[in-house]
């Protein structure tokens, strides 16, 4: 089945040349220039997935993420921004959205970020490594040093507190917590998480692993992701 992209984007030359490379790769395109068109869009025909630009007069893509999410739309979505800067991809993982490529961006990108959003979407992501067979948990439960996931309902806990996850959060955190004390390069994270390593100059991963700490690590609780310098990145309670 034809899967579905609604883009949002003001800048025309970027609209037309994203929609036509979209449609050539399969997908169908439904483009249009705002934040306005692209909330009546979305509640008129439900898309397989989101491109939204940030920034765009009106109503621009963090408010449109936000409004979706607080609907109870979990349709994925992806950030097309100009801004590096970390504290506003962070912006943009806040409002919702579950993952962003950086303008100038390289088609193959989008279409590798929208395939693993939609694989993840289908479930049909790729499998964590195997466990070994005496610490295995048990089916859509996962447990461990004070933190609780329950994968079906796609909610975790850290002791009591009840954490607001993005769906690439959720889904690197069960990573990073079914392999506990494990240290996970980061191309393993990549291919599990984004099912494409894009290599060493990425900040994609750090931001998230950030974002993630930031959710975690309430007040006087110890760290639960570590970096491991050179490598990646382990979860365990020091």
């Known amino acids: ?16 040349a994203l929609e036509r490379a979209l449609t050539l790769e399969g997908y169908a395109v439904t483009a249009v220039a705002d934040g306005v068109e692209a909330l009546a869009q979305a509640h ?10 940030v920034m765009m007069p009106g109503i ?21 921004t100009a801004l590096v800067e970390t504290a506003d991809r962070i912006a943009g993982l806040d409002a919702g959205a579950d993952d962003y490529v950086v ?6 990108e989008v279409f590798a970020r929208l395939r693993a959003l939609l694989r993840r979407t289908n479930g049909t992501a790729p499998e964590a490594p195997e466990e070994k067979e005496e ?17 079906q309902a796609r909610r975790a806990w850290r002791g009591a507190r009840e954490l607001e996850l ?7 955190l069960e990573l ?3 392999n506990a004390g ?11 998480i984004w099912g494409y390593d894009f290599g060493p100059g990425s900040k994609n991963l750090a931001v998230y692993v950030g974002y993630l700490r930031r959710k975690l690590d309430g007040p006087g609780a110890p760290a639960l992701i570590h970096t491991v310098r050179g490598v990646g990145y382990v979860l365990r309670e020091d």
């Open 166 to 172: 993005t769906r690439t959060e959720f889904d690197l």
């Open 1 to 16: 089945m034809t899967q579905t992209v609604l883009l949002a984007e003001d800048d025309r030359a970027i609209r037309h």
């Open 176 to 178: 990073l917590a079914r």
């Open 135 to 151: 610490e295995r948990i048990p089916t859509g439960q996962v447990s461990v040093a004070g933190l609780r996931m329950d994968v």
């Open 44 to 53: 008129r025909t439900r898309p397989d997935i989101l491109v939204l630009d």
């Open 103 to 108: 303008k100038p961006f390289d088609v193959d």
């Open 182 to 192: 494990i240290v996970l390069d980061h191309a393993t994270i990549y291919d599990r």
């Open 60 to 80: 621009d893509g963090l408010q449109v993420c936000r409004v979706l999410r607080a609907e109870g739309d979990r349709t994925p979505i992806l950030m097309l």
